[in-house]
């Protein structure tokens, strides 16, 4: 039997699956990336080498194949067709998903099969995607050019921050009923970590965890209270993320208070289970 690898290529991050396990390492793809921008040498640099790794580490480890797919940063950059050619160099084929595809495979890996309508929420570095759909399929999709990384490149201060989300967030425009919303990706994982100060990171005691508007306020202010040189040592703090989490958790606030939620439920299973999904489902068509 044929045995996949799938890697990644966040705005924030690079996360490979392999046999069921995930890894991850933090590039910042999206620094300083605006909309039409270009992705910085040095970023460019250090995310390639990063799936250069993955791939060879997934290769050593028993995958006979790597898929590797990439998102809003390489999607939005000006200069994504050359980040996309400086891997294909070294013979890696990089699939840039379409903001549609994005938001299904996040969709896909995260629906919990209850038969009901969800909202799935990907909330990334440079976009965050929102789905609502069921077991048949969405019936609502849309991505917002505006995650973690472009918040926290556009203002550290708070009430600026929040300027800038309530400005934009209404751009998901009417989102149909739905009986819940589950979020997947890096900021609402750390959340719940530094919530209830997980450490080491254990995705057995995040996943499918709820955490209330309440909470996340809590959360915020007590990160953005502390310096950011002692951040770090808040329990369950990725020290990566002193400035990224703070923004993203914002984001999602700004969210909740658009779709009038109290309480959300946070995921493990993302896209890239939900990009296993799909190649699986297009080599079962073939």
Request: proline share 4%.
């Amino acid at each position: 039997m044929t045995n996949y690898a799938y890697i990644d290529v966040g705005s924030n991050s690079v996360r490979l699956l392999l046999n069921g396990k995930k890894y991850l390492t933090n590039t910042q793809l999206a620094e300083k990336l605006v909309p039409g921008g270009n992705i910085l040498p040095e970023a460019a640099a250090r995310t390639s080498e990063a799936i250069k790794s993955f791939r060879r580490f997934a290769l050593d480890n028993g995958a006979d194949e790597v898929f590797v797919f990439a998102t809003e940063a390489v999607r939005s950059a000006n200069n994504g067709k050359n980040f996309a050619a400086l891997l294909s160099a070294d013979g890696i084929t990089l699939d840039v998903l379409s903001p549609q595809t994005e938001a299904k495979i996040g969709f896909d890996g995260a629906y919990c099969g209850r038969g009901v309508f969800q909202a799935v929420l990907d909330v990334g570095g440079a976009s965050s995607e929102l789905a609502v759909g069921n077991e048949k399929g969405l019936v609502y999709s849309h991505s917002l050019p505006l995650g973690a990384v472009r918040i926290k490149d556009y203002s550290l201060d708070r009430r600026e921050a929040e300027k800038l989300i309530d400005a934009r967030v209404p751009e998901y425009g009417e989102v149909p009923p739905f009986t819940e919303m589950v979020t997947i990706g890096g900021t609402t994982s750390s959340l719940v970590a530094v919530r209830d100060g997980i450490e080491p990171y254990d995705p057995s005691k995040i996943h499918l965890k709820k955490i209330t508007y309440a909470e996340m306020e809590d959360t915020v202010s007590r990160i953005l209270a502390t310096p950011v040189e002692k951040r770090a040592a808040i329990k369950g703090m990725h020290p990566q993320k002193t400035l990224i989490l703070p923004a993203g958790i914002l984001l999602v606030m700004g969210i909740m208070r658009y779709l009038s939620l109290e309480e959300i439920t946070v995921s493990e299973n993302d896209n890239l289970e939900g990009y296993k999904r799909l190649k699986e489902n297009n080599s079962a068509s073939l």
